[in-house]
């Protein structure tokens, strides 16, 4: 089991990555964004950070960085895709999800420690049961996940809203629970087949108990347990 | 070469909150006759002359310049609008 993660200029949390998915006892090797060929891995993290300075939008870029094309073409065949943060920007840019990440609604850079509610869905990252709340910090400027109604019906019928943003019991604010202003509290979607995850707050930084806490493992552990239920490389 | 330039703005119904926040501080200076104020980006390209020209950049905004989801632009060169 090896993870791969993709190194675009301006990532900074391709470090955390690798130590959280190595003190899992996994494999885990760096892939330059410039690099076209990702055989030999078996899960593709998007790290966070500031991809090429976040110029024209968060991920815009990035998206067209050589190794995005294997890694398209990895999703397309069925191969999990994690986009955490800029990540999960860079997959939204890419069409990859649906949907778009908008500015924080105050304006303001936010850094803290949220409580997130796990959603019932098809999502192949995660199997916590539905109305877990687990705790991970966010660390964004364009957080606020948008898309038209349409797309969010469809989200809500297929379960493909993985976690929202709540309160520290479990429920949602009517006003809102996401300090961004998120669509719906969204914090994390899926694609329809499940492969393809993308979210807002950091698990790799809830994983080392040393550091943080574990709330984050799951979000790593999960696909494993479920690539060696399935068998094999890709 | 021509000059082209692209006016990106959010599409109708998208929170656009730098604007929104203009838009309360223009009302706080007594500029009551402000209805809305959408903040946007501005892209200038000089671009070879051809006969797909405008086609391309058009190709260019879909691709890169503007996010469709959530944007919409408009491309303006050498005094004539599109």
């Known amino acids: ?234 | 070469m021509a000059r082209y330039e692209i006016f990106v703005t959010y599409k109708k119904g998208i929170f656009d909150p730098p604007g929104a926040t203009a838009e309360r501080a223009l009302a706080n200076l007594g500029y009551e006759e402000v209805g809305s104020v959408k903040i946007g980006k501005y892209v200038q390209l000089e671009v070879a002359d051809g006969p797909n020209a405008l086609t391309r950049v058009r190709e260019m905004c879909d691709k890169l310049l503007a996010n469709p989801v959530i944007e919409d632009y408009r491309i303006q060169s050498d005094e004539k609008d599109w």
Not at chain 1, 122 to 131: E, G, R, S, Y
């Open chain 1, 1 to 234: 089991m090896k993870f791969g993660v993709v190194i675009f200029p301006g990532s900074n949390c391709e470090q955390d990555v690798i130590h959280a998915t190595r003190s899992l006892g996994y494999d885990s090797e760096f892939i330059w964004h410039g690099d076209t060929d990702i055989s030999g891995f078996d899960a593709i993290v998007l790290p966070g950070g500031f991809s090429y300075g976040d110029y024209i939008r968060c991920g815009a870029v990035a998206r067209f960085s050589p190794v995005m094309a294997e890694v398209i073409r990895f999703a397309e065949k069925g191969g999990p895709v994690i986009g955490i943060c800029n990540g999960f920007q860079i997959l939204c840019e890419a069409h990859m999800l649906p949907g778009a990440l908008l500015r924080n609604s105050g304006l303001k850079f936010l850094c803290e420690t949220v409580p997130l509610r796990v959603e019932k869905s098809v999502c192949q990252w995660v199997d916590l049961p539905a109305d877990t709340v687990v705790r991970i910090p966010i660390n964004h400027n364009e957080g606020n996940y948008i898309c038209d109604a349409e797309t969010l019906a469809r989200l809500e019928a297929n379960g493909q809203i993985v976690l929202r943003y709540c309160e520290a019991d479990g429920t949602r604010n009517p006003a809102g629970s996401a300090p961004n202003g998120a669509l719906d509290d969204i914090a994390g979607i899926c694609n329809e087949r499940g492969n393809v995850f993308g979210l807002m707050p950091h698990p790799e930084r809830v994983c080392d108990p040393d550091a943080s806490g574990t709330d984050g493992r799951p979000f790593f552990t999960t696909i494993v347990e479920k690539l060696a239920l399935v068998g094999g490389s890709r």
